[in-house]
């Protein structure tokens, strides 16, 4: 007997959507965040692996929502999530999360100022907080090797709490990268370092960005200085909703720029690098 409840069958179309949200490493679509107002108000938008992005825009206009959406730490009001082929609601939700690498200035309140710099590496992998009891000696020989890798194997027997902001900053990519993530989210990582070392942690995401078997990167920043080549796409919110998203150099254009930040801006390019300057109101 066939079942009366039995959702009809798919077509063509809906199929192909389906199997591009099976296959991309993020698949949002029509997603909404609602407390006491409309915060996100239908987001679509999809990173294909090996993809490197940066979400843009104004204070307030949905960058952090869609991150705790994405990373589970929020629940959508509705729309589909994705992430490497597995959907919010449908799969464990801790499970999904351990596929999104997060690095944000959150954490740092988190980590116990003793906190070896080791352990804080290998907590990564199964998504901890401040390492409790015996640690597998492959896990410790990993993270070893991941820290040498990124040039901070001489902090291997530091604690949390001596390490600069750069410093920590890498940690805790380091920490993402043990565990294997298939997007790696930075919010804001650069927030509080000073020039010089803004510049050096940059450069030093550019060379992460072209190493073999790199993960997908979304870079998340209100600043257009910290917009590496490596970054070849771009995601402009504007008032909880997409203004614009694609290639670069279709979206990193002043008149686009104006209307997500609401005044007149120039936008000069430097190189492969870009400077947002405010046009002065005629008096």
Known sequence: MIS????????PQDSSSATSKQNATIAIQGLRYVRDREILKGIDWQVEPGEHWVILGPNGCGKTSLINCL???EMATAGDVFVDGAEYGRTDWREVRKRVGLVT?????????????????VSGRDAMINLV???????RQEARALLNRIGCGYLTDSRWGVLSQGERQKILICRALMARYKVLILDEPC???DPVARE??????????????APSMVLV????????????????????????AGPKEEVMSPSLLSQAYGAPLQLIQSGERYVLQVVPEAV
């Open 105 to 121: 200035s959150t954490l740092t309140f988190y980590l116990e100022p003793g906190e070896p710099v080791l352990d804080a590496v």
């Open 4 to 11: 009366e409840n039995l959702p009809p069958p798919m077509s």
């Open 191 to 193: 927030a509080g370092l």
């Open 133 to 139: 009891g015996e640690v597998d000696p492959t896990l």
């Open 71 to 73: 990373t589970g730490y």
């Open 200 to 213: 050096r942690f940059l450069q030093w995401l550019q060379t992460l960005a072209r190493e073999e078997g």
């Open 221 to 244: 920043t209100h600043h257009v200085e910290e917009i590496l080549p490596c970054f070849s796409r771009v995601l402009l919110l504007k008032d909880g909703a997409v203004l614009c």
